[in-house]
């Protein structure tokens, strides 16, 4: 069946590093697929997204490109603040509703 | 500004008590969704509804219902079945691929 496969946290940086986080996802047909981060006790934001292969999602340096050739998604920002830090989750969609499948989550803690 | 409101933020439930979660959206979104989630832990669907007056059951219905008498409205009942309800509880609603929209959670606590 369907699912979506991330890197398990905590993933712990200093300020200015670089992040990667990987994603990785097994779907019959070709699904939507997003990013979404969560701040503590909040909802999930939508951070960017891609619908088809070879996509580049990209929000407040962050980038993710669509790989069907790997099946991945991988989120990256090239110099991580503070204020990065929360549980990012990577998604899909293979219905045309846009029900989402997630995956487990990762959390980040960046320190000063 | 358009979005989805959950209500209350912060719910206590007594043991073998209903508690009913209100989510309401102004996005004109045909799909709603509800969400558990437990600390440390992804997200598990329990209903969503694509459509009014009908709703299918997520990966965890079991002591939950819901209803959909209105396109705004996808209120969750958190039943007395529901053996261990303690957890943060999320909406949300799409109208296409393009990504679903939250809202701020609903934190339950049994007392």
């Known amino acids: 069946g369907n699912s979506v496969t991330q890197m398990e946290g905590p993933v712990t940086l200093s300020e200015e590093a670089f992040l990667t986080i990987n994603c990785t996802y097994t779907?019959?047909?070709?699904?939507?697929l997003f990013w979404y981060v969560q701040y503590p006790g909040e909802g999930l934001q939508l951070l960017l997204k891609a619908t088809k292969a070879d996509d580049k999602g990209s929000n407040k340096g962050f980038e993710a490109t669509y790989r069907k050739e790997t099946t991945s998604f991988h989120l990256e920002k090239g110099s991580v603040q503070v204020s990065d830090s929360a549980v990012y989750f990577c998604g899909m969609t293979t219905d045309s509703w846009g029900k989402l499948q997630f995956g487990a989550g990762t959390q980040v803690v960046v320190t000063p | 500004d358009g979005g989805i409101t959950q209500s209350p933020k912060y719910l206590f439930r007594k043991e073998g008590q209903n508690v009913t979660l209100s989510c309401e959206q102004n996005l004109n979104h045909d799909a709603m969704y509800w969400y558990r989630q437990d600390p440390g832990q992804g997200l598990r669907l329990i209903y969503y509804?694509?459509?009014?007056?009908?709703?299918q059951k997520g990966d965890i219905a079991e002591g939950y219902s819901v209803s959909r008498e209105k396109k705004e409205s996808f209120p969750l009942t958190v039943t007395s079945a529901q053996k261990n309800p303690t957890a943060f509880y999320l909406c949300?609603?799409?109208?296409?691929?393009?990504?679903?929209?939250f809202g701020q959670g609903t934190r339950l606590t049994v007392v």
């Open positions: 949300a609603s799409s109208i296409n691929e393009g990504g679903a929209f």
């Open positions: 509804s694509q459509i009014v007056n009908d709703f």
């Open positions: 779907a019959t047909g070709y699904p939507s």
